[in-house]
C-alpha cells in the first residue's frame, strides 16, 4: 500500500470507529511502524484534518473533505464498474443505503476507495456470501461519496450519469 492509500485508508478508519485508535493499533493494522503512523497522522494535521492526540489514541473531529449523495439504478452487472468509476476518479464510497417501503432506510457502511477493495467486495458478492442491499429496491439505491472536492464529485457525477448509473430524476 502506498503512503497515501495509507492515509486514506487512516482517515476512512478512524471515521468509521466508535473510539480512539491507538498508534499501536493503526501500525498493526497497516503494517507499519508506529513512527511511520506519527508521521501520517502529521500529515494528515498539516492537510487540514483535524485529529486529535487523547491518552486513549487518535480521534478524528472533522475532514476538509466533501460528501454528496448520489441516487443511482443498475442491476448487478454494473456494481462493479460503478464503483471502479468512483475511486479511479478520487472518490470514497462511504456508504449504501435504501428506502424500504416497510422498513425505512438501510444502511450498511462501505468505505472503499480502492480497486482492490472494489475487487473484494465484487469477490463477496460473486461468492454467494450476499447480494447486494439494492436488490430490495429494483436496482435504486444511494450512495454517499466523499472526495477532496467539489469539482472531483462533479467530475465523479458527470462521468456516472454519461455511464447510466445516475437514477432518473422524479
Known sequence: MKADERRKAIVNHLLTVQNAVS???????????????????????GLGYEILSTHSGYVIQSVPLKERV????HTTEGTEEELNT????????????????????????????????????????????STELMHITGGYHYHTVRAESAEVLDEIEETLRKKGFLAPEI
Do not use: C
Open 86 to 129: 468512483i475511486v479511479r476518479l478520487g472518490g470514497t464510497v462511504v456508504d449504501v443505503f435504501v428506502w424500504h417501503k416497510v422498513y425505512g432506510k438501510i444502511t450498511a457502511p462501505l468505505n472503499i476507495f480502492s480497486e482492490l477493495q472494489v475487487r473484494q467486495f465484487m469477490e463477496g458478492v460473486r461468492s454467494g456470501k
Open 23 to 45: 498508534g499501536t493499533a493503526l501500525s498493526e493494522k497497516f503494517k507499519v511502524s508506529r513512527q511511520i503512523i506519527v508521521q501520517d497522522i502529521a500529515i494528515l494535521k
Open 70 to 73: 448520489l441516487k443511482l439504478w
